[in-house]
C-alpha cells in the first residue's frame, strides 16, 4: 500500500519545524545553515539540536506581546521560563537575555540558573514537595518568590526565612478544578491531583491565614496552573475569574490587597502539521482582555500578572537527529502493511510517546527520499514494544539502513526526561546559530555509566 505525496518531494511543513529549518536543494535538511549530514558526521546520532534564533526569537515574543498588552490594561506582565522544559545554563542566559525570567522546582535546577548567573530576584522556586536544603538554597540566593503548595511547606519556607533573618516573599499555589487539557497525565489541576491547595474545602483560605500570620513571609498572591499542551484561552478564562473572586475575599477578610497573580503556562505548540497553536500575541491579548474583565467585574485593581512558558519558548526550536539502522515490513492488519523504521534512539531519548501517547512528525534528513510514500512506524533500539518514535507517518518508501531521521519539536520534555534505560548513554544537545554548531551538553558514554558504579 503506498499513497503520493501531495507535496513536493521532501518538503517540510514549516509549522513544525525550527524558523531556520529548509530543505537544500541537494536533499539535505539544514537548521541555522548547517546540515544535518554535517551535525550527524561531527557529533554523532542519536542527537537533540536546538535552533538558537528560534527559542530567543520565541522568548522574545512572548516578552513583547505579554508586556505590550498587559500595559494597555495599566499593569505589567512577567515571563517566567519554565526551566523543566529543559535546563542548561546556556539556555538559561538566553531567555535572560531576551527579558525572560526562570522558574525552577528543584535544587539541580536552581544550581543550573545559579551557574548561569540569573539574578536570584528573577527566579520563582515551585515543587509541591521541597526539601528544606533546597528552600535554604533558595532563600540564600535571594530568588524573588517560593510558590508554596502545602501547610507543611509555608512552615518550612518561614522557618527559613526566620534563619536567614529575611522576609520571603511567597505565591499560593491553588488547584481550581480547572482543567485545560485532556490528558489526565499532564493536566495538573483536577482536585484529585497533589498540587495546590483546594478551593473546594476552604483550605486555601487556612492557607492565606497562616501565610499572613508569619511575618517572615510576604504573600505576594496566587498562582495557578491548569495543564499543558493548551490551545485555547477558555480554561485560562475560568481560571482567572475564580482567582480573582479569591483575590476579592482575601480583601474582604484580611484588609490586605493581593499585588500579583500567576496564570502559570501550559501554552500548546505545533508538534503535527495539522496543530494549530495561538501565538504569543494573541494569547497576550485575549489573557490581558480576560484578567481586566475579571477584575472590573470583581471591583479589584489589576494585580501584576505573571505566566510561566516553558514547552512554547524551547519546543518548536528542538529537533532530534537519529540514524537508521533496520528497515521491517510488518503485516499490521489483513489490509496494512507497516514499515518498521528503528532508529538508534528511542524512549530513553523521547519518553513523551511512551508516557503520554504523544505524536509527532518526521522527515528523512539527509535527501528528500522517494515521492512514494508508505505507512511508517518509527521505533526506537530499547527492549519495550511501547518505544514508539512516530507512531503513524507517511514516510518515503525508500527509506533505508544509514539514512537520517529527524524529529521535529523535541526541545521540550525529551532531553529533560531522557533516560539511560538499556544503559543507553542520553545523547548530546547540539545548539546551532549563524552557520555554527556547539555542544551545550555532551554526550554520556559508557565510561559515565560505569563511573557509577560503587567498589
Ligand atoms: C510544567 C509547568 C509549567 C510549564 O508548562 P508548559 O506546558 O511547558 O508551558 C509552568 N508552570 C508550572 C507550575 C508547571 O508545573
New binding site residues.
Partial sequence: MSVRSAAPTGALEQIVWPRTARRRDDGVVEIAGIGLDEIAERFGTPAYIIDEADVRSRARAYREAFARAFAAIGTQADVYY?G??FLSSHVAQWVTEEGLRL?VCSGGELAIAKKAGVPGENIGM?GNNKGVAEIDDALAYGVGRIVVDSFEEIDRVADAAARHGITAPVMIRVKLGVEAHTHEFIA?AHEDQKFGFSAADGQIGDAVARVLARPELHLLGFHS?IG??IFESAGFKEAATRLIALQLQVAKEHGVELPELDL????GIAYLPSDAPLDPAEMATQLAGIVREACQNADVAVPRVSI?????IVGPGGVTLYRVGTVKPVQASDDLVRTYVSVDGGMSDNARPALYQADYHAALANRGGSDELTPTRIVGKHCESGDIVVRDIDFPSDTRDGDLVVVAATG?YCRALASQYNHVPRPPVIAVADGDARVLLRRETIDDLLALEGE
Fill in positions: 519554565a523543566k522544559a522558574d515551585h495538573t496552573h499543558s499542551q502559570g503556562g501550559g501554552f510561566e512558558p516553558g514547552r512554547s521540550a
